[in-house]
T-cell receptor, first 111, second 115 residues
Framework: GQQVMQIPQYQHVQEGEDFTTYCNSS?????IQWYKQRPGGHPVFLIQ?????EVKKQKRLTFQFGEAKKNSSLHITATQTTDVGTYFC???????????FGTGTRLQVTL | EPEVTQTPSHQVTQMGQEVILRCVPI?????FYWYRQILGQKVEFLVS????????KSEIFDDQFSVERPDGSNFTLKIRSTKLEDSAMYFC?????????????FGNGTRLTVT
C-alpha cells in the first residue's frame, strides 16, 4: 500500500536556527497537506498544496510540492520555541477519501 | 470557531470488553474519519464515512471495529472485543468536502487503555 516517509525523525535546534523536514511518498499524490501536532495535542491543519512544483509561504514557514508530486518539504526560518511539535505531511491519491499521514518529524527548539 | 468534540477523553477497559468512542463532528461537515495514534508514532487511518456508509477502511479496521452515525450529530467507533494492542489515542476528524481542498479538523482524541 501507499507509504509516506519523513526525514528526519527528530531534530533538535537552537532558537533562531532553520529547520527542514522532507516528505516522500511511494505513489504520486493528488494533493499534500501539512499538519502540526503539539505535545499532547491533536493534528492541526497548516496548509495544502495541489499543483506540481507549488510553493506556499506562511510567515516563517515555506512549503514546497515536488514536480513529480511524490515529495514535499517544510522549511521553518529562524525557529522559535512555539514551533515545537511534530510536523506531519499527509497525502491523498486520486479521488480517495483516505488521507495517509507521513511518519512525522519531531522538532525540539531550545533557547 | 467550531470544533470536533470527542468523549470520553480517557477510557480504560479490560481486554475482551466492548468500547464505544464518541464524536460530534463540525455541524456542516459531511465527511467523517477515525484515525489512531499509538504513543509517539504516526497517525494511522482507520476509516472514512460519508452519506451513512463507509467510504474506505484500512487493514486495521477489521470485523472487531464498526462505525455508526446514530443521529444527526454523533459519530461513533465501536470496538467489539478489545485487545491489548488496541491501546492508542483515537482521533475523530471531519471535513466539509472530500479530496482536494479539504483539510481535516481533528478532535482532541480519546486515549484508550486496554489492560
Amino acid at each position: 500500500g501507499q507509504q509516506v516517509m519523513q526525514i528526519p525523525q527528530y531534530q533538535h535546534v537552537q532558537e533562531g536556527e532553520d529547520f527542514t523536514t522532507y516528505c516522500n511518498s511511494s505513489t504520486t499524490l493528488s494533493n499534500i497537506q501539512w499538519y502540526k501536532q503539539r505535545p499532547g495535542g491533536h493534528p492541526v491543519f497548516l496548509i495544502q498544496l495541489v499543483k506540481s512544483g507549488e510553493v506556499k509561504k506562511q510567515k516563517r514557514l515555506t512549503f514546497q510540492f515536488g514536480e513529480a508530486k511524490k515529495n514535499s518539504s517544510l522549511h521553518i526560518t529562524a525557529t522559535q520555541t512555539t514551533d515545537v511539535g511534530t510536523y506531519f505531511c499527509a497525502g491523498r491519491t486520486g479521488t480517495a477519501s483516505k488521507l495517509t499521514f507521513g511518519t512525522g518529524t519531531r522538532l525540539q527548539v531550545t533557547l | 470557531e467550531p470544533e470536533v468534540t470527542q468523549t470520553p477523553s480517557h477510557q480504560v477497559t479490560q481486554m475482551g470488553q466492548e468500547v464505544i468512542l464518541r464524536c460530534v463532528p463540525i455541524s456542516n461537515h459531511l465527511y467523517f474519519y477515525w484515525y489512531r495514534q499509538i504513543l509517539g508514532q504516526k497517525v494511522e487511518f482507520l476509516v472514512s464515512f460519508y452519506n451513512n456508509e463507509i467510504s474506505e477502511k484500512s487493514e486495521i479496521f477489521d470485523d472487531q471495529f464498526s462505525v455508526e452515525r446514530p443521529d444527526g450529530s454523533n459519530f461513533t467507533l465501536k470496538i467489539r472485543s478489545t485487545k491489548l494492542e488496541d491501546s492508542a489515542m483515537y482521533f475523530c476528524a471531519s471535513s466539509e468536502v472530500q479530496g482536494a481542498g479539504s483539510p481535516l479538523h481533528f478532535g482532541n482524541g480519546t486515549r484508550l487503555t486496554v489492560t
